[in-house]
């Protein structure tokens, strides 16, 4: 059995399609698992055992490029796959398994996808409450699953694997040293400030670890790397935290995250790799919600003070920092943060 998984192009949404593939992959262990995703892909693909090639999608984001999309499917048909399951929802994801004239072609309906996929799936959003939940779903046929209640065992969690010969590596490319056990944090987030949590909550926070005898490693995109400064800028032990953001390819973030003892993060791409490489981590959420996309492991701690989903817009967020996320107190992050490594020390 050969199957092309069309895959998404966000860092969480990517980790949370893990899931899929480790389930597949316990439904029939000879399973080929190919999937088409974009090139930064790569370095968490190569990580995942569950996928045996990945395959660079040469088409941005939101260009619909119909010539290209054929000539790809077209290309993708001496491969002979058996099923393709396409997991964003745009119609233009649809018509490169389709041009491909893979016999099955499977996916949630999304923008009047009718033709275009053969194994059609209507979703009901209440019954799959959880993004996790859709994307594994589509392993098993629709005539047995009309609900998360459905799926015939607990979800598989994604699970990178990460070789201690590639963290310390990566450890010796930035010369650093664990002689002191590090903590990873991630202040990036889409939409700007508005998902963040406060610079200077984090800066007080790092002061706090750091007398812990810690070191901080901040993570993130270049777009990340002025946070970075205005923490350590902020910190009154800022030579003991390492500003990464912008510095590092994923690959090396990943490596990076896997030899920290903790991790702290805001809603983001990162927080589900954290997740996955199985580190204790507290995550701060504000106007978005953690109900749809929670980090999915048993290490994780979710600090929220309100309620609901609130909408945030790129506009919105330019204006500064949500109160929600202001509220949160350097404290309570602290306490929750210890209180987390304990009992997972005493667990392992």
Same mark, same amino acid.
């Given at each position: 059995m050969k199957t092309l998984i069309i895959g998404p192009s966000w860092v969480g949404d990517m980790m949370m399609s893990q899931s899929l593939y480790r389930t597949l992959k316990q439904l029939d262990p000879s399973i080929e698992i190919d999937v088409m995703a974009p090139a930064w892909c790569r370095a968490l693909l190569d990580k995942m055992p569950e996928v045996n090639q990945s395959i660079a999608m040469p088409i941005s984001?939101?260009?619909?490029a119909l010539s290209k999309r054929y000539q790809l499917g077209k290309e993708l048909r001496n491969n002979q796959y058996d099923q393709a399951i396409i997991l964003p929802n745009s119609f233009k994801s649809a018509l490169i398994p389709f041009f491909a004239k893979i016999a099955k072609r499977t996916g949630w309906k999304g923008e009047m996808r009718y033709g275009l996929l053969n194994d059609l799936r209507v979703l009901d959003k209440q019954a799959f409450p959880l993004m996790v939940e859709r994307y594994v779903a589509l392993a098993y046929s629709k005539q047995n699953i009309h609900s998360a209640k459905d799926i015939?065992?607990?979800?598989?969690?994604?699970?990178?694997?990460?070789?201690?010969?590639?963290?310390?590596?990566?450890?010796?490319?930035?010369?650093?040293?664990?002689?002191?056990?590090?903590?990873?944090?991630?202040?990036? +987030?889409?939409?700007?400030? +508005?998902?963040?949590?406060? /610079?200077?909550?984090?800066? +007080?926070?790092? /002061?706090?670890?750091?007398?812990?005898? +810690?070191?901080?490693?901040?993570?993130g995109s270049a777009k990340d790397k002025i946070v970075g400064e205005q923490i350590i800028a902020k910190m009154n032990h800022g030579k003991q935290c390492i500003n990464l953001a912008g510095q590092t390819e994923l690959g090396q973030a990943i490596n990076l995250i896997a030899a920290c003892k903790a991790v702290v993060t805001n809603d983001s791409g990162l927080m589900h790799v954290a997740a996955a490489l199985d580190k204790p981590l507290v995550a701060l959420y504000g106007p978005s919600s953690p109900d749809f996309t929670p980090p999915l492991s048993n290490k994780a701690e979710v600090i929220r003070l309100i309620t609901g989903y609130h909408r945030v817009r790129k506009g919105d967020a330019e204006q500064g920092y949500h109160q929600s996320l202001i509220d949160i107190k350097p404290d309570l992050v602290f306490e929750t943060l210890m209180n987390l490594i304990v009992r997972c020390e005493k667990s392992c």
């Open positions: 984001h939101g260009e619909f015939p065992q607990p979800i598989l969690w994604p699970k990178l694997n990460v070789l201690t010969n590639e963290v310390e590596q990566t450890l010796s490319t930035f010369n650093i040293t664990n002689d002191e056990p590090l903590i990873g944090f991630c202040p990036g +987030a889409e939409f700007g400030p +508005a998902k963040r949590w406060p /610079d200077y909550h984090y800066a +007080a926070l790092a /002061d706090k670890i750091v007398k812990q005898h +810690a070191k901080i490693i901040i993570f």
